[in-house]
């Protein structure tokens, strides 16, 4: 009878060690490059040893090709958390960190790392890179208006957003060589010039116009431009794959308010759309990096700071939030009115979003639509801890009238 073998990979920059241990001993760790054809030739080995459970850590991204190699060659594969491998004494080198990994998953001490389906994947390359765009984009946008301020034109204190197509024109206007201030305020949108009047919008185009000033002007716009038909790119992809693979998911999640197409499509693409990863809401909303840490001593709260979590998703949670807070006749909008009484905006606004997390994965775990009408059945804990506040509250209240 075969015995069942485990392999530890420790992966590097431009190494590989490799760790096979047999439930017994350990045999004589192998080292390989990064290369693709020796990783080929790690598989190989790994298959003419028999064996097919394989854990590697997370070391930055030097795992990936690795991780896409061997599970294109058939092995089942662990992604480990360093942080939890270091939690376990007896290691020392690379060569034994090899061969540590290797029996703690032999052992079954290893708690994988959720990695999504190749779709998933693919699709969460799109949609972090549209992130990444957008935030480029606010970066060139804040560049532009301080070019703009500096050549004394004031016009992006009478818009909401310099992206707008009023600004826009003015600023290729700028470029092309017009100063004339009522040349360019027939570029501004007529219902910004009646709610400031004709008369301010041309003194906030009138400034002094340097060549230097002009040239970053430019420069600025050229990427910005070139920005936004990258992103616009990115979006398009993120399209096509979600209604190729998971058009019931989109549909479903853009019934819940503050959730838009694009919300929708970065959620399914860091969640995976399948909450079978994680036994409840709670569970989810912990991974998000939304639920308050329990810190929680004799009796007494040291700390409710929220845990660290998938900063990409708890990013566009939060961004949902707002606009769900700002949709009228929505229970967020009056949820986060009440908590923004006892609380400061920005901790009732992680609240709602913690409460969109719980939403998401009731929506996507039963394939249901939200539905605003549907009761909400509390935790009898949570009810008798509130009854017990409100009696306790009671009390002081009525001692202090006493008094």
Known sequence: MNQYKTCGLDVHKDTIFCGVFDGKRHQEVKEYSTLTSSITSLGEYLKSEGIEDVAME????YWIPVW??????GFNLTLVNPYLIKQMPGRKSDVKDAQWIATLLHKGLVRSSLIPCKEIRELRTYSRKYVRLQQRLTSILQEMERNLEMCGIRITSFVSNI?????????????????????LAGYIHGRIVNKHKRKTIVESLRGHITPQHLFQLEL????????CRQR?????????????????????????????LLS?????????ADMKAFENSGKFAGWTGLRPRNDESAGKFKSTATTKGNRYLRAVLVQIAWAASRTKGSFFKEKFTRLCLRKNRK?????????????????????????PQKVIVHEPGKVQAKMDYHQKEFKRLENLLIS
């Open 264 to 272: 929708a499509m970065i959620v399914i693409a860091e969640t995976g």
């Open 58 to 61: 997370s070391t930055g991204i």
């Open 232 to 260: 616009d790119r990115c979006e398009e992809e993120m399209s096509r794959l979600c209604y190729l693979h998971y058009p019931e998911e989109l549909a479903l999640l853009q019934t819940i308010p503050g959730i838009s």
């Open 347 to 371: 901790k009732a606004l992680i609240a709602i979003a913690r409460k969109m997390a719980v939403l998401i994965w009731n929506v996507l775990s039963y394939r249901e639509e939200y539905n």
């Open 68 to 73: 896409n190699i061997l599970e294109e060659m």
């Open 220 to 227: 600025s716009l050229e990427e910005y431009e070139l920005l």
């Open 163 to 183: 992206s707008g197509k009023s600004v826009m024109k003015v600023i290729h206007a700028l470029i092309e060589g017009e100063t004339d201030p009522e040349v």
